[in-house]
Nanobody, 124 residues
Framework: QVQLVESGGGLVQAGGSLRLSCAAS????????VGWFRQAPGKERDFVAA????????YYADSVKGRFTISRDNAKNTATLQMNSLKPEDTAVYYC?????????????????WGQGTQVTVSS
């Protein structure tokens, strides 16, 4: 069974940076990809970024494109989300998710495994 654990969240001022990490244990991923989602209080869980586990294709929400960068290290079964130029509206719990099957990278329904989330708070 695959387990995902996020880390790296915290409090940062607007304009600052944070790097989130997602560590996977259990089976290694040989297909599918990894995504990051976020959920603010009282809001829906929104897509942030995704990357193919095998390959170089990446996907980003319009709201973070140019500021966030997703990457992965398949040998270590880890994925990272580098967040720069953070804004107060980026404040949310960030979740790492993994998938093996098909479907849209943008949809939470396409993912099979989820971490517990890590809090990111951006102050103004």
């Amino acid at each position: 069974q695959v387990q995902l654990v996020e880390s790296g969240g915290g409090l940062v001022q607007a304009g600052g940076s944070l790097r989130l990490s997602c560590a996977a244990s259990g089976r290694t991923f040989s297909s599918g990809g990894v995504g990051w989602f976020r959920q603010a209080p009282g809001k829906e869980r929104d897509f942030v970024a995704a990357i193919r586990w095998s390959g170089v294709s990446t996907y980003y929400a319009d709201s973070v494109k140019g500021r966030f960068t997703i990457s992965r290290d398949n040998a270590k079964n880890t994925a990272t989300l580098q967040m720069n130029s953070l804004k107060p509206e980026d404040t949310a719990v960030y979740y790492c998710a993994a998938r093996n099957g098909g479907g849209s990278y943008y949809s939470p329904e396409s993912y099979d495994y989820w971490g517990q989330g890590t809090q990111v708070t951006v102050s103004s």
